[in-house]
Every structure is written in C-alpha cells, then in structure tokens.
C-alpha cells in the first residue's frame, strides 16, 4: 500500500505561480510511475503530467506543455508540481497518483492506469 498526501494549493492571480507536494509513504519503494491528475467541476479527470521514477521521464498534457514542471525528491519521497503561468483553466482539485506496475507510454496520462490516489489539492486561478 501507498499513501499520498497532496500539499501547496491555493487562490492565485492568473500569471502566478504555485508547487504543489505529495509526500509518499508506505510501500513507496513499489511504485514505478507518480503523476499528477487534475479534475474541474463536471470535467472528467485529466492527467497533467507523468514521471517514470527510474528514469526520469516525464511527460505532459499538451495543456501545460512549457508551464509546468513534474520533478521528484526521492530522499524525502516526495512529487512537486512546479506551476506557472497559471491560467484561469487550470482551476481544479489537483490529485497525485502513483502505480507499482508497468505501462504502455500512451497510458501514462490516463487515469484508470494508476493504483494508488492522494484525496487532492485545490488550485483555484481568478
């Protein structure tokens, strides 16, 4: 078992910028992917960005491609979400994830690929 824990949201200006935290514990060392999910009122939830922890690859929405950074602190067990520029539409409850077993690429940013959730953030942009 994983549990995650999300930190940093917040009400920002448009322009602003904010990091969010998920602090991991428990079978952490399981986990082979962590990513970060966004969900607005009656939207479906959407993934944001993706990290495969081995390696460092990371991947992005097309969305916040150039403002936002996905980046880990494996010393404290902890996924950031570094975001700027933010914008209006960005407005959701931020949720982080994590998953213990491999995936095909094109699945990295979908929801249903990943085992373990934080109960979320709210980021509000007005």
């Known amino acids: 078992q994983v549990q995650l824990v999300e930190s940093g949201g917040g009400s920002v200006q448009p322009g602003q910028s904010l990091r969010l935290s998920c602090a991991a514990s428990?079978?952490?060392?399981?986990?082979?992917?962590m990513a970060w999910f966004r969900q607005a009122p009656g939207k479906d939830r959407e993934g944001v960005a993706t990290?495969?922890?081995?390696?460092?690859?990371?991947v992005y929405a097309d969305s916040v491609k150039g403002r936002f950074t996905i980046s880990q602190d494996n010393t404290k067990n902890t996924l950031y979400l570094q975001m700027n520029s933010l914008k209006p539409e960005d407005t959701a409850m931020y949720y982080c994830?994590?998953?213990?077993?491999?995936?095909?690429?094109?699945?990295?940013?979908?929801?249903?690929?990943?085992?373990?959730w934080g109960q979320g953030t709210q980021v509000t942009v007005s």
């Open positions: 428990g079978s952490t060392y399981t986990s082979i992917y």
């Open positions: 990290i495969h922890l081995s390696s460092g690859t990371t």
């Open positions: 994830a994590a998953n213990p077993s491999p995936f095909a690429r094109p699945l990295w940013l979908v929801a249903g690929s990943f085992r373990y």
